[in-house]
Nanobody
Framework: VQVVESGGGSVQAGGSLRLSCVAS???????????MGWFRQAPGKEREGVASMGRDARIRYADPVKGRFTISQDIAKNTLYLTMNSLEPEDTAMYFC?????????????????????WGQGTQVTVSS
């Protein structure tokens, strides 16, 4: 039962990256209801929610990334994506994928780390000015 992130790297401000999160068969996607999210944590700061998405495509974004980041999923590939455009140095952080089988993406605290039960190891994103 796991999720594995990839796609991080170093880019200049204004650049783009796409993160991927592959869920094992038991993690989230085979369930009839689930919620998945992207979080990030910069050095010395608390982990913060970035975006969330449920099986029914219910989506929520944190204010700092609205209009720049897009969350999407390919259920057939058990994969969650985070496309990040117009990256800023303030986006530099370790990015984590999280899952909650049977989670309610409509009414749950989907941008709160405590809502999720499965976490990946993270992928580093560094944006230089």
């Amino acid at each position: 039962v796991q999720v594995v992130e990839s796609g991080g790297g170093s880019v200049q401000a204004g650049g783009s990256l796409r993160l991927s999160c592959v869920a094992s068969a038991a993690s989230a996607f085979p369930y009839s209801k689930y919620c998945m999210g992207w979080f990030r944590q910069a050095p010395g700061k608390e982990r913060e929610g970035v975006a969330s998405m449920g099986r029914d495509a219910r989506i929520r974004y944190a204010d700092p990334v609205k209009g720049r980041f897009t969350i999407s999923q390919d259920i057939a590939k058990n994969t969650l994506y985070l496309t990040m455009n117009s990256l800023e140095p303030e986006d530099t952080a370790m990015y984590f994928c999280a899952a909650r089988p049977y989670g309610d993406c409509w009414s749950g605290p989907v941008l709160s780390s405590g809502f999720y039960t499965i976490w990946g190891q993270g992928t580093q994103v560094t944006v230089s000015s």
